[in-house]
C-alpha cells in the first residue's frame, strides 16, 4: 500500500497542532525553549529556508511490512534542505542545497533553491535552481539535470503523483512542467506569486505581496477567507500527511489551516516572535523537522508523548495521543523508521 493511500484527516497539524476549539487551555506558545540542544540534527554555517522530507520510497516503503530485508527500513529519514543568507529586506543569498543521509550532509548544488518530491512509490526528487530543475541520483548521492527548464526557480512543488511539477520562478511567474521536464505551460491565472505550496489533492496554495493566500483547483483561483488583516512574515507549509485538501498558514505567527474550499481555520499554535522556524518539515506528522537560529531539529512525535523533555508539548500531545496512535498504526514502514 502506498504511503498516502490511507489517511484520516482528524484536525492535528502543522507543527503538533489540534483542532480549534473556544478553550484557550489547550493553546501552545512555541518559544525559544522548544529548540532543545538534544534534538539538534544538523548545525549549519547560513540560515537553513528550506526542508523537505520525502514521502515516497526513497525514505517510505510500504510495501515491505512483513519483511525486514528492505535496505530502507534500518537506515535513517533522508531529508534535503537549503541554506541562504537571509539579507535584511528578506531576501536570500544562495548557500546551497543539501542531502543530510546517514548523519553526513552533502552539498548537491551551489545554487539550488527549494525540492520537492512525490507522495507515490517513487523515489524521485526534483531542486529548483538558478538555472533550471534537477533530479535526484540516488545511487550517486548527487543532482543531475532535468528536462530543458532553464528559467532562475526560486520555488517548487511536486504533485502526489505522476510528473507534473509547478515550479516558481525569479520573475515570479508559476508554471507547470511536465513530460519529463521537457514541456512548461504558464499559469496565468496565478499572479505575481511569492511562494507556492501544494496539497496532496494537487490543488496550488499561493499568497502574492500582500500575505493573502489564494488557493487554485480545478475550478480556478480563489481567495482564502476568514483570515485577519496579515502584517509582516507570513508562511506556506508543507502539508503534514494526514492533511488532504489543506495547508498550514502562518501569519503574525499564528497558525491557520487553510482548505481547497477557500475556507480557513485558527489552530491552537503560536510561535512567539523568537520561536518562529526559518524552516517547516512536518510531513511525515511522526518525526518532523524545524530550523531554528542555523540548525536543523529533529522531534519525533511518539517519544515527546512519553517524554518530560518538553512538558507543555507532551501535555499537548497527550490530548492527541489517540490520533497519534492511528497515524503511526497506519503507517507501518514510518514507525519502524522511528527509533523511540
Ligand atoms: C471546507 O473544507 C473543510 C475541510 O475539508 C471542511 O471541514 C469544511 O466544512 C468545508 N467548508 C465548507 C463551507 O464547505
Redesign the pocket.
Known sequence: MMLLTCFTTFALVGLLAAAPTSNNDDDLLITTEFFIKDFVKYQADHDIVQILVPLNSLNFNEDDSSSSESKESDTEIIIFFVEADVQPDGSYIDQGLYVLKEGKAKKLLDNGRDAAASGDSSRKVFFGAKDGLYVYNPATNSAEKYGTIIDSIIGIAKEKEGDVIYILTEGREVYKVSDNGEKKELLDDVVKAKQIVLDYENNLYFYGDDGKPYVRTTEGVKRVEGLPEVSGKVTLVKPPIFLE??VPYIASNKVYLL?A?G?SQRTHMEFQHDGLPTAFAPETALIQYYAHDKKIYEYNILALLISTVLEDISDYLNQKANEIRTIASNHESLKRKIKT
Open positions: 485538501n489543506g482548505y474550499n475556507t
